[in-house]
């Protein structure tokens, strides 16, 4: 059979009579979705498979499927899969797609650092490339989840604590992933997950609880999820949680009052991973049966991977607990992505097997990786001991020195061999540096094992481990300044990688101290996926660059970012902690009535810890340069606001260090009383100034009455009357501040 592929452009119409026309099986299987396993390998449908309700037929008509499957491959299974569907409707593919294709951008929580969302816009759109012309249509991202928690692993998938910087990403993310439609070349629709706020489980354990007040879900949890829909993403995903005793995906409330109703989204709902039939285990249905019948009829269009649908939705409709009227609309939302995407009349769509070859890993494509790494470090502190100066003796000690895995977990088709390690990008400037090289020790030592579940890294005999240790501390005896580059295993954070306690694997405190007794003067290079405990090593340090996980060119923006090349920009999107009893820990927290002074530290019968700080190590926006930022002259074109007018608040940064630099000025408001109490400042904007040594700028906000609306007790968004402070300054911990009143 030949399908005429111009008469297969659809319209709402035609949409529609398909549906009509369509077998009520064959619409439950446009709400399958299994992984492309069972398309390549030919899995063996076993009695638990069957039993779930995958059979031949199923996954022959199954609406989409998770997994890579390549340019060829791909157009061949459309082939056939479109051939043998009675409807010849085209199969759909999902990827998680999360920081990068084949190249590899720093993961979001670095990007988040760069406080430069159109650099993420950027680096969506070559995922989005390189995905489309490998066979993909959709992307699993971004995940937009407020998150407070460092033990949670999933933080590195966020672009952190803030409800603004999280809701400018979500946008920026969106539009890279989908360009201004989904039907034009090299786009791909985005998915924005996890509704709802999967970030903020107890206890930092993933997939654990999750109880909010309304007024904190609507007021800072919603809003990222709420721009990426009017940014008019094409699917959302529910979460694993429980929200307020409901699971997401079986909240009727949540999934069609809130996110379709109040949010206008109108595309696809998918669960997450078998997220239907979890519906069980919480103990909110009492089997799969009535898991199905709940998400269903809480709006959930796709089931990913368990044929919970497939086995039971047709005797639902049956009994009348889930209409067929409902079925028919997620089956008409899942065909309109497809049409959207232009599958009807190019199943194919971008996939090529040329394209694959010219465009993947290209070096337009590496250089955008290189300036996102470049501008997400954050140098946490420095005494001077950066940048490295030409003819010193460098010793480059530490495990991650060599390591070329230092991409995030989500990263499916990272490669060691496409990445720079440190030691390949120093060998690179060999001649202007005296470079010494000594790993020290492994990420993990023999005590660290229960860090990540299937030790995979070979453990060293204790006479290697000694040996490691004592080529380091030899390189570290004749250097002149050591860069030690140590951190988390990259399978230390993501999904199921909470943990109890935020400090590094024992080993590598072995090794910083062994150095420290015989050189102190070391910059340390910090590999991570979450916020950590670095109480120790800042002790015990000149300098620390936090890195994050660069991705592919990564090496090389952690060199360039040591000789001076670039000086490091990042601010930090969440806040690192002063210790792990302090977590969740965020800038944006609320007075209490007995409030925490930092300048006078903790007091009795005041709202503190006798032991520690109430304020974190590293506080959120923090980061240094080396160029020096001053600020001066912060004003305000007036000091009353009438309803409808705007303020400008102004503010003078000058470099008075003797590098140039790159500045974020951030703009923090606090309301100072409010009917529903207010934090202490809130992020409101940002911008980046660059400046050589002895330069000046003027930078200028703009304020308007819509930047001071909180969601109030009735759950209404508004301002109120009233002073306003306004921080013009480095980071969250700014302290002066100018006011004006809303009349
Ligand atoms: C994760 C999602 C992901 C999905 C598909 C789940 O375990 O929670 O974020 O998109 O798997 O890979």
Known sequence: MTIDRKERAMDQQKLKELVQDMSLIEKINQLLQVTSGFFIDDVELTGPIRENGITEQSIAQAGSVIGLLGAKKYKEIQDAYIKNHPHNIPLLIMLDVINGFRTIFPIPLAQGATFEPELSKRCAQIAAKESAVSGVHVTFAPMVDLVRDARWGRVMESTGEDTKLNSDFAIAMVEGFQGTNVGEEYSIAACVKHFAA?????????????????????????????????????????????????????????????????MGFDGVLISDWAAIEELQYHGYAKDRKEAAGLAMNAGVDIDMMTGIYSKNLESLIEDGTVKEELLDEAVLRILNLKNKLGLFENPYKDADEEKEKEIILCEEHRKVSLEAAEKSFVLLKNDGILPLKKREKIALIGPFVSEKEIYGVWSMLGRPEDTVSIAEAADKVRMDYEFTFAKGCNILGAEDSNLIPDQHVQEPSKEDEERMLQEAVEAAKNADKIILAIGEHRRMSGESASRSDLTLPKIQYKLLDAIYEVNPNIAVIIFTGRPLDLREVSEKSKAILNVWLPGTEGGTAILNTLINKVSPSGKLPMSFPYCVGQVPVHYNEYFTGRPYDPKTGGKEYRSNYRDIPNTPLYPFGYGLSYAKFQYDDIKLSKDIMSIGETIDAYVTVKNVGEYAGTETVQLYIRDCIGSVVRPRKELKGYQKVTLQPGEAKNVTFEITEEMLRFCKDDLSFGSEKGEFHVYLGTDSSTEEYVSFNLN
């Open 198 to 262: 999967y970030g903020a489980p107890n206890g930092g354990r993933d997939y654990n609880t999750v109880e909010l007040s309304e007024n904190t879900l609507r007021g800072y949890y919603l809003p990222a999820y709420e721009a990426a829909v009017k940014a008019g993403v094409e699917m959302v995903m529910t979460s694993f949680n429980t929200l307020n005793g409901i699971p997401s995906t079986g909240n009727q409330w949540l999934n069609r009052n809130v996110l379709r109703d109040e």
